[in-house]
């Protein structure tokens, strides 16, 4: 039995990768890096799939349902399992891989308690200050933190419109780069934000902040 035991997958396991794997599509969506002038470079990358997990982990950790907050720590397991194996493909050693993926961690918590607090209290000033200081090192091209500002309330938006069943099968479907920056969608989230309100994932009418 104790090798069964340890066969057998940890809860949620599965179900995170999905959710890790759609993240990661949405992050490396070619709009971003063409159009907001995002690097293409690893810390850019790290940078964006951040992000985007970010708006993954708030999702499920603000859901009532328990099972919302196991899920998201298993989606966060999947996020830095799949950061060990990235620096061991890049050729970082063994000794240090361990250091490099704790420097990794701390600056995705950094950035997340960064990006909840601003989503949270409705404030695109703040996360768009927030995305310029570490997507672009403190120099984003004219206007791209509050696009990607935008972007991340109607991300959002959308993510907590999401019902907990379809996420615990693996299901998340993050809105295209694309549509987020067209006008309207950027507008919405703007009149949303400013709109306020305290709604819970999966409710009516759903909103970031």
Request: avoid cysteine; hydrophobic fraction near 50%; aromatic fraction near 6%.
């Amino acid at each position: 039995m104790g090798l069964f035991a340890l066969l057998r997958r940890r809860p949620h396991e599965r179900p995170a990768f999905h959710l890790y794997g759609a993240a990661v599509a949405a992050a490396r969506d070619p709009v971003l890096f063409a159009r907001l002038g995002v690097p293409d470079t690893l810390d850019g990358r790290f940078d964006l799939v951040g992000l985007h997990v970010a708006l993954l982990i708030r999702r499920l950790r603000r859901d009532a349902d328990p099972r919302g907050v196991a899920l998201a720590q298993a989606v966060f397991d999947a996020f830095f399992a799949d950061m060990d194996v990235t620096l061991r493909e890049l050729g970082v050693g063994d000794l240090s891989v361990g250091r490099r993926v704790r420097q990794m961690w701390e600056a995705f918590h950094g950035r997340a308690r960064a990006y909840e607090s601003a989503l949270d209290a409705g404030d695109r000033d703040s996360l768009a200050l927030a995305l310029a200081r570490n997507v672009w090192r403190g120099e984003p091209p004219p206007g791209a933190g509050a696009l990607l500002a935008g972007a991340a309330f109607a991300q959002g938006a959308a993510l907590d419109g999401q019902g907990l069943e379809s996420l615990l099968a693996g299901e998340a479907a993050f809105v295209p780069a694309s549509a987020l920056l067209a006008p309207a969608a950027l507008e919405t989230a703007a009149v949303e934000t400013a709109a306020g309100g305290t709604g819970r994932p999966g409710e009516a009418s759903p909103h970031a902040a």
